[in-house]
């Protein structure tokens, strides 16, 4: 059952946008185009500037001290009762599973910690699932095949919902790849630890890509999309990386959302 805010139906939904660390610091693209495909169902965004990271590059690696200081400080950078949407299934997946490990034995943190965990969704997640879009008014064009993120879809369970807003944009080509599902190699400090496997997996996950004849790849996740982009780029391959986000914010040209300032002005 999805969260339900007690809102008035009928007046704006409200959400609070979680930008996350890799949007802000190497495509802030992906988040003004998250705020444009709110708003356009709908949706009174806000961003909340004290947020910081949820976490989890410090949880998984083994650094529970600073992982729980760093969930404590976004816990209260999301107060009341709206929806949390972000554009990533692995930062929605550490705050709704993560969490309740982190504060396991803190019982009034926990139940902070469960209740916004059933506020936040994934984009795709909230704009199916929630507000039960069925047509994302989208002008992009191309060939399109998706990569499941692992956590989005084994933390989530979220595997249908960006499938059908793909399909449902006019100008996309969607083509399944095989493996869809299999990892990409990335899964955050993994990739730093282990590089010749890592390099390995993505190398596998690029044959499925190219085996499509897709012009992109996306995914709703930008960590998986900076891997498997990265390598692509290296290896001049003649496709492109794009986050889900974008093609459904409806850049034609495919090029990263116009930049601005999401959110300038509210707190």
């Known amino acids: 059952m999805p969260y339900t805010t007690g809102m008035d139906p009928k007046g704006p939904i409200p959400v609070s ?3 996350t ?3 802000d610091a190497f495509s802030p693209g992906v988040g003004f185009a998250t705020v444009k495909v709110l708003e356009r169902f709908g949706a009174e965004v806000r961003v909340p500037l004290s947020q910081t990271c949820c976490g989890q590059p410090a949880y998984n690696s083994g650094n529970r001290k600073e992982a729980r200081a760093m969930a404590r400080k976004f816990l209260l950078s999301f107060p009341g009762e709206g929806y949390i949407v972000t554009p990533s299934g692995s930062c ?19 139940a902070l ?6 506020r936040i969704y994934e984009l795709s997640q909230f704009l199916v699932d929630v507000l039960g879009v069925t047509d994302p008014k989208s002008d992009f064009r ?4 998706y990569h499941d993120s692992c956590h989005l879809r084994r933390g989530l369970g979220v595997v249908e919902a960006p499938r059908k807003l793909l399909r449902a944009v006019p100008g996309v080509e969607f083509v399944e790849m095989e493996e869809a599902d299999r990892c990409c190699g990335f899964g955050g400090v993994f990739s730093i630890k282990y590089p010749q496997i890592s390099c390995r997996m993505t190398e596998r996950k690029i044959e499925r890509i190219l085996a499509t004849g897709a012009s992109y790849v996306t995914s709703g996740d930008l960590g998986c999309l900076m891997n498997i982009g990265g390598m692509l780029s290296r290896q001049g391959y003649p496709v492109k ?3 889900l986000a974008e093609i459904l914010a409806g850049e034609s040209s495919g090029a990263p959302a116009a930049a601005g300032s999401p959110g300038e002005g509210r707190s």
């Open 17 to 19: 946008l979680f930008f």
């Open 21 to 23: 660390c890799l949007a």
């Open 92 to 110: 929605a997946a550490m705050v709704r599973h993560g969490y309740p490990v982190l504060f396991r034995d803190e019982p009034r943190t926990l």
């Open 113 to 118: 910690a469960h209740a916004v965990g059933e």
């Open 142 to 145: 191309g060939k399109v095949t």
């Open 241 to 243: 990386a794009i986050h």
